[in-house]
């Protein structure tokens, strides 16, 4: 054994042995410098360049409401003849023509607003005389909400109730039943039995065209429109004429019997003001068809259906039950406007029904859900658009001497700008898609990859 010399200790104490193995760590690479977030333009401008686009509905609609007015003004104009006189020497004194029509516009618009709203002369009257004119397009406004929806839950079904006549009047029937028949009843139970008593009848008809289709396989455009001319024959040709409904103070006339004074609606505001408590009923309605829609089982049934309704089925739901269901509530709360129709304050017959009693609400009711994109609180505002116009208009035809048939016109060209958005895009020049204005910075959450498109670097993934 070779002992070692005490110059190779000496040599070996000199060096650590894990120094004299190891080899020294690599420094880190530099870290590459973040990049810089995006510039965010968060300006006032770019805040109002928002709002005029294509996506933002409620922008659309009131563009598309002043469209309208623009289109009813010139219609106005040309409705005039003493105003069109002057078009014809227009290059010699155009002052004299747009004189003339800029009176007729203001003066027509004028009437609408003070009609339907506020009229200033009222301001030191009576309080049936400030508030009038609002109470007037609260009071049509109230069976419009109830039409509305009605229409909103059978399309939100993927059903088109084009019915809301028929069930209007069947829902008048009953109503009118109870409350000219039932006398026995006692006070506020004989008005809610009258107003159950509409919104069954309603019902009835509305799950009629429901069960029809989901089990039949009827169309349920064709099934309403047949119905709606049995109801309306029904009414005039038996119901009005038999002994049972007519009233025998009106001999010859197809009215019936007036409802007893405790199953009329009562005024919400007082008596001297045109609302009653209905529109507290169709503001109820309202809430429970926004809660039907966002928070039950059923409603997110009915929206499955209206979207699939073969993905519904194969998810498990029972897309016939919810075509009968949907057409059930549907026909409820167009037999309301039955009731409103019937017992409310806007009844020109002593609340009593007559051949015209459902007075074209059905169909109106299409066009206020359409317009109020079948969500139940657009529902609301357009049925208040509406029950301004037709609260303005009366006041417009009688103080400004312009037909009220420009202001169906003018509803119809609201539903049709409404319908095409893109239109009213090109017109007022608006951009389709807003500005991203959203923060980008270092401590924002990255986006979660797509892996339909995965990027690859040198071919690999």
């Known amino acids: 054994m070779t002992t070692p010399t005490p110059d190779d200790q000496s040599a070996s104490k000199d060096v ?68 069109m ?25 004028s009437a609408l607003f003070k009609g339907a709203i506020f009229d200033p002369a009222t301001v030191s009257g009576t309080p049936s005389q400030f508030f009038g004119p609002i109470t007037n397009t609260l009071e ?36 009118s039943y109870v409350a000219f028949e039932w006398t026995s009843l006692p006070g506020a139970l004989h008005l809610i039995v009258a107003v159950l008593a509409g919104l069954v009848g309603g019902m009835l008809f509305g799950g009629l065209v429901g069960w029809l289709k989901a089990k039949r396989g009827a169309h349920e455009v064709i099934v309403t429109i047949m119905l709606n001319y049995v109801a309306s024959m029904f009414l005039v040709g038996w119901v009005l004429k038999s002994s ?27 008596s001297g003001l045109n609302t009653d408590i209905g529109l507290l009923l169709a503001l109820a309605a309202t809430f429970v068809v926004a809660w039907f829609f966002k928070r039950s089982k059923l409603g997110f049934e009915v929206r499955a259906v209206g979207l699939t309704p073969s993905a519904a089925r194969t998810a498990g739901i029972n897309v016939s039950r919810v075509q009968i269901a949907s057409m059930l509530i549907s026909g409820a709360l167009m037999g309301m406007i039955g009731v409103t ?81 893109r239109l009213v895009k090109e017109i007022f020049r608006l951009r389709a898609t807003k500005i991203d204005t959203t923060a980008a910075g270092p401590q924002a959450t990255p986006p979660s990859p797509d892996p339909f498109h995965i990027t690859t670097v040198g071919g690999q993934a």
């Open 85 to 109: 006189d002057k078009a014809a020497y227009f290059f010699a004194s155009p002052g004299d023509f747009l004189s003339s029509a800029w009176d007729d516009i203001s003066s027509a618009y």
């Open 341 to 421: 129709q019937t017992l409310g304050l806007a009844n020109p017959n002593n609340n009593a029904i007559a051949g015209s009693i459902d007075a074209g609400l059905g169909f109106t009711a299409i066009t206020v859900a359409l317009l109020g994109r079948t969500r139940p609180w657009g529902v609301v505002l357009a049925a208040l658009l509406f029950g301004a116009l037709q609260a303005g208009g009366s006041a417009m035809q009688t103080n400004a001497q312009v037909s009220i048939e420009i202001i169906t016109v003018v509803q119809a060209l609201i539903v049709i700008f409404v319908a095409a958005p």
């Open 244 to 270: 049972l409904f007519q009233d025998p103070s009106h001999a010859g006339q197809s009215i019936s019997k007036p409802a007893e004074a405790d199953a009329v609606l009562p005024h919400l505001f007082g």
């Open 140 to 175: 049509y406004a109230t069976p419009l909400i109830f039409g509305g929806l009605g229409i909103s839950v059978a399309f939100r079904a993927g059903m088109f109730n084009i019915g809301g006549q028929g069930q209007t009047i069947i829902g008048a029937i009953f109503t």
């Open 16 to 83: 650590p042995p894990a120094e004299a193995t190891t080899p020294a760590p690599e420094a880190p690479a530099p870290e590459a410098p973040a990049a810089p977030a995006p510039a965010v333009d968060r300006s006032v401008g770019t805040v109002i360049r928002n709002v005029f686009t294509a996506e933002n509905s409620a922008m659309v609609t009131f563009l598309a409401i002043v469209l309208s007015l623009l289109v009813g003004a010139v219609l106005i104009v040309v409705s005039n003849t003493a105003t």
